[in-house]
């Protein structure tokens, strides 16, 4: 009488058939399995995937189904019943499809991508699949250092998708059996295939040079349950500049490339009209930054009066002074009414450290401006743990914590929420080559900042346990990747939600396959030590991360180029006819 | 002006929840372009209003949202732009004027018709004589507060077997003070039979209000 999906929780993620969704072709040459390793909700919320699904889907020959990694309630019972996992679209199992392409956004769902090829019929490892097998193809961030990843997958695309997915599409299109596919795939440019590589070829990541060009889907997937960004979204730019030493998205999508308004504002209104949506957001690393802001606005306010339609703009960085400027042109939601901050450190000088070019000052002033304008919530956002940090950073934290508390001039003080994670250092960042610290320095450093924060402030912190795992696994290699399948096989799946994470399985994983977590997490890396990643080419130059990270040490800031002039990071080195492709943005 | 629209949530959206239902409505309001009323104020909102939200578990054949709209939009224009907008599951089927001080759907609910399918219905479907012939039945309604023993009887108006769908067919009282719910409805008579409480997928058929004393289809009223 009942279906699996009347025993599980949240049955909406597994039915599909939403609003914009496209039929499945089922006589395709081509049919990708698009995953996204985590739940439906956060999936459903990534831009990479809605440009990726509709870009397939939109290239003839080709098909695309969405998957998402099932929650333990639903696989457990799919393993019970003996059936696999098929797509949102067209009901195929995994193994039936040509590729099971994964985005890769964080560290913490590696264990999801075994989880979802085991659960639709494929086999995990490379080495393990056959000619009727699909290929398994990943790309995104974490794509960046493949070492970890590369027993499972067979293809890692590196950079922007847009370009690289119709190469990908045309290989698999023009060959029929797997390994002429791989040699194919190999071939393609910014595309690893491990099984082939000669251990030393470089593979450079692939750039789409100007935005306004490139794909963009003109309507969303609307899902019906809630998600965790359920709006449309505009990306106006890809790729910061602002260099700071911590951040990896900063140094991995350089160079900073821009849409111009004319083309958001076309995409804006199309999204509005094909989702119903009445929430329209602006993505990028850093928003505040799109110099094109006060055009967009203009053109949105006509394209879209009458609408309701609310602007909002996520990741405002301290020193950007836009809200005011967009206020008055949209609803604003006062249901929200809250400010987020990412000063990152505690003090000027590790703020130094890390080139985070933000002063207490711009912050308390900004914060100052927006309990004017009737922002009660204040959410800050600390690291500890950075390179070169003292007692006194981290006391720094609490004390520009009190100063905010004091903002207002009159009594009214403003409600703050402080929340730290441990700072993890990634590849292809100046402090590649840093030491995080230990779980018990990172606990004794929560605990001297509870000791010293107002009582009123709430603090949320990260568990010091799973940042030591993102850690292993951002810079780590084949063993990391050993220990990961390790941990799956032991039970270990959506490793990032705090209720499903078992750091004890880990533990336990890390001690039979005789990998010391230590080794990758607590180890500060020489200079001249060869890394897994060393055969990627993510524009930036080792030479201009090392002399980074020997600034930071001596507490050197560097300027932005958008600003300060080539700061000669590399990325133009033999590309570009030497010069970064500077957004283009057209007045309208 | 108001229009009262009926559409069906389909078998394969029977897990979609009430407010996740009431989001999609918006959002195909929003997509069709019609020209939907809101509320004044501060945090201004749709004017629509469901005649009564369906349970995750179960569709329905054919469910019932009022919507305002600013000025004039007749009945055939609505449905046309209402069919482009939803999404496959949830197709509408009717819209119909009303003036602007009908009474409100919810206000007008008496009952509601349900198609039962259960494990081991045509066993079951031997006992609804003696079941119905009852002058009480006596049954256990349980709530987060606790359990209470109720009569169902005066609740329920109908109650078939239809052997070509293996399903039961039931029509009960649907107030705010009285309401049988089809699953207590199924326990009650599964107890009465001596069987197990199967387990069962519900559909609401159809819900009614009242005209001259007698129950009418609730878009009718």
């Known amino acids: ?588 | 002006m108001r229009l009262f629209i009926a559409f069906e949530k389909s078998f394969a959206l029977r897990h979609i929840g009430h407010l996740d239902l009431l989001r999609v409505t918006q959002r195909a309001l929003r997509r069709s372009g019609l020209p939907v009323a809101y509320s004044q104020g501060f945090n201004p909102h749709m004017l629509i209003a469901f005649a009564s939200p369906l349970p995750v578990g179960q569709s329905g054949r054919e469910e019932l949202v009022d919507v305002t709209f600013e000025g004039y939009v007749d009945g055939a224009t609505c449905l046309t732009a209402l069919k482009a907008a939803m999404p496959p599951g949830l197709p509408p089927k009717l819209a119909r004027a009303v003036s602007d001080d009908h009474p409100k759907l919810m206000a007008m609910l008496r009952e509601a018709s349900y198609l039962i399918r259960a494990d081991g219905a045509d066993s079951l479907a031997a006992a609804v004589p003696a079941f119905l012939a009852r002058k009480e039945i006596p049954a256990t309604r349980v709530s987060k507060s606790g359990s209470t023993r109720v009569d169902i009887r005066p609740m329920l108006r109908e109650l078939g077997y239809i052997e070509a769908l293996s399903a039961f067919h039931a029509r009960v009282s649907f107030t705010e003070r009285e309401t049988l719910k089809p699953d207590l409805l199924v326990r009650s008579l599964a107890e009465f039979a001596g069987a197990p409480e199967p387990d069962t997928l519900i559909e609401r058929v159809r819900l009614f209000g009242e005209k001259q004393g007698f129950a009418a289809p609730l878009m009718d009223c």
């Open chain 1, 1 to 588: 009488m009942k279906d699996l999906l009347d025993t599980v929780a949240k049955p909406a993620r597994y039915i599909g058939g939403e609003l914009n969704a496209r039929p499945f072709d089922m006589g395709a040459k081509v049919k990708i399995a698009m995953c996204f390793p985590d739940v439906y909700e956060v999936g459903m919320s990534h831009l990479g995937m809605k440009i990726l699904y509709h870009l397939v889907n939109d290239t003839q020959g080709a098909a695309c189904a969405r998957v998402f990694t099932p929650w333990p309630d639903y696989a457990d019972a799919l393993r019970a019943a003996g059936r696999k996992l098929t797509a949102l679209e067209g009901g195929l199992e995994l193994s039936a499809f040509d590729a099971v392409a994964f985005t890769l956004p964080y560290e913490m769902c590696f264990t999801n991508i075994l989880e979802t090829l085991d659960l639709g019929g494929v086999p995990v490892r490379s080495d393990d699949r056959g000619d009727g097998d699909p290929l398994v193809i990943a790309g995104g961030v974490c794509a960046f250092n493949p070492a970890p990843l590369s027993p499972f997958i067979d293809a890692f695309s590196i950079g922007d998708g847009e370009e690289s997915m119709l190469d990908i599409i045309s290989a698999i299109r023009d060959s029929d059996t797997r390994s002429a596919r791989l040699v194919a795939l190999s071939r393609a440019p910014g595309v690893y295939v491990p099984a082939l590589h000669d251990g030393h070829t470089i593979i450079t990541k692939r750039v789409v040079a100007d935005l306004d060009a490139a794909y963009f889907p003109s309507e969303f997937v609307v899902p019906y349950l809630e998600t965790v960004h359920d709006r449309a979204v505009l990306e106006v730019a890809r790729g910061c500049t602002r260099g700071c030493r911590f951040c990896q998205a900063g140094m991995l999508y350089r160079p900073p490339r821009e849409r111009s308004a004319a083309t958001l504002a076309a995409q804006g209104e199309s999204l509005i009209r094909s989702t119903g949506y009445d929430e329209l957001s602006l993505c990028a690393l850093s928003a505040g930054d799109y110099s094109g802001l006060a055009d967009l606005s203009a053109a949105l306010t006509k394209r879209l009066s009458g609408m309701r339609v609310k602007l909002s703009l996520p990741s405002l960085r301290v020193d950007s002074a836009i809200a005011s400027s967009m206020g008055d042109a949209f609803e604003t939601d006062v249901r929200k009414s809250s400010l987020t901050f990412a000063p990152e450190a505690g003090t000027q000088r590790l703020r130094d450290v890390i080139n985070k070019g933000v002063t207490e000052e711009n912050a308390l002033r900004a914060a100052r401006e927006a309990m004017a304008a009737g922002v009660n919530n204040i959410k800050l956002y600390c690291m500890i743990g950075l390179p070169t940090e003292t007692e006194e950073d981290v006391a720094g934290i609490a004390g520009m914590v009190r100063r905010m508390l004091n903002i207002a001039d009159t009594n009214r003080r403003p409600r703050v929420s402080l929340s730290v994670a441990p700072f993890v250092p990634k590849p292809f960042t100046p402090f590649q080559w840093a030491a995080q610290d230990t779980i018990p320095a990172i606990q004794g450093k929560i605990s001297y900042l509870k000791t010293r924060m107002p009582r009123s402030v709430t603090l949320h912190w990260h568990d010091p346990s799973l940042s030591r795992l993102e850690a292993c696994f951002s810079r780590g290699d084949r063993r990391i990747g050993g220990v990961m399948e390790a941990a799956w096989r032991g039970g270990c799946r959506f490793d990032g939600w705090t209720e499903q994470f078992k750091p004890e399985l880990w533990e336990n994983a890390f001690e039979r396959t005789g990998v010391d977590p230590a080794y990758y997490a607590n180890r500060e890396r020489m200079l001249d030590e060869p890394l897994p990643w060393d055969i990627i080419d993510a524009g930036v130059s080792k030479e201009f991360l090392r002399e980074e990270y020997l600034r930071a040490v001596a507490g050197d800031v560097t300027r932005d180029c958008r600003e300060g002039g080539c700061q000669s990071c590399g990325l133009n080195a033999g590309r570009f006819d030497g010069r970064c492709p500077r957004a283009a943005v057209h007045s309208l």
